[in-house]
């Protein structure tokens, strides 16, 4: 509730940010949402914790994908070749084999 009234939306609404902005993990996680995580299919909660990250630390505070969904722009920051191949599967392209190293 007290999202919801500094957010100054009520009931079931769902706040809309103007931008979220986000990273991205080498595993392809955003927002400390991991994929195959239980998190990913929460809907009515706007904020959620969770103890038992693949990666450290274990315990983190995330907006749900309702949240994340709703703002009006959301935009990524990932850099490091280590992400690359994550990236590419999101994006839905098959990169170069020389810009996978």
Do not use: W, Y
Request: with cysteine; aromatic share 2%; hydrophobic share 40%.
């Amino acid at each position: 509730e007290k999202i919801r009234s500094a957010a100054h939306v009520s009931g079931d609404e769902i706040p809309r940010f103007d931008l979220i902005l986000l990273g991205m993990g080498p595993d392809g996680h955003t927002a400390s949402l991991f994929p195959d995580h239980s998190l990913l299919s929460e809907t009515s909660l706007l904020v959620a914790s969770l103890s038992d990250s693949p990666k450290p630390p274990p315990k983190r505070v995330t907006l749900t994908l309702p949240v994340i969904n709703n703002a009006h722009n959301v935009a990524f920051v990932c850099g490091g070749s280590s992400k690359a191949k994550a990236l590419a599967q999101v994006l839905g392209v098959v990169p170069d084999a020389g810009s996978m190293k």
